[in-house]
């Protein structure tokens, strides 16, 4: 079997949708990455610092993320993260102490690694590959059942 036989499984417009697909869901892996180290860093800041009241909150300039825009952005109001991140009327940051524990299972930096987004490429690539090889088949197969 070709190369270029295993990724369109022979069916190039199945292809294109497939690979589209797999391409779409490694792009959010590597965003949703990016996202965790950023925000894992905040998070294992303000933890270490411990930054868990009003009195001890920080702001971002405070703790070396201040030209972080993206922190900005993932801590508007409507966000995930400032349910977990609170923020005082004057701007600073800090993480009550009820918040800790899912502020350190959901963020925390060290459970992702370039390894991952290396086996979550491999993993996506040989989906692909099946997928197209066996969904023709499948076609096929209901097909001639109707």
Request: glycine letters at 6%; aromatic letters at 6%.
């Amino acid at each position: 079997m070709t190369l270029a036989k295993l990724l369109t499984g022979g069916n190039i417009t199945t292809a294109s949708i497939i690979w589209s697909m797999i391409i779409g869901i490694f792009i959010a892996v590597v965003i949703s990455f990016i996202n965790k180290k950023t925000v894992g860093k905040l998070v294992d800041k303000l933890l270490a610092l411990p930054a868990d009241n009003e009195e001890n909150a920080v702001t971002l300039d405070e703790i070396g993320f201040g030209k972080k825009g993206s922190l900005r952005y993932a801590l508007r109001p409507s966000s995930t993260l400032s349910s977990i991140i609170k923020k005082t009327e004057d701007g600073r940051l800090f993480i009550p102490e009820d918040q800790q524990y899912r502020a350190e299972k959901v963020y925390t930096q060290n459970r992702l690694s370039v390894l991952t987004l290396v086996l979550s490429a491999i993993i996506l690539v040989v989906a692909g590959s099946v997928l197209l090889n066996v969904l023709p088949s499948f076609i096929e197969t209901v097909k001639g059942a109707f």
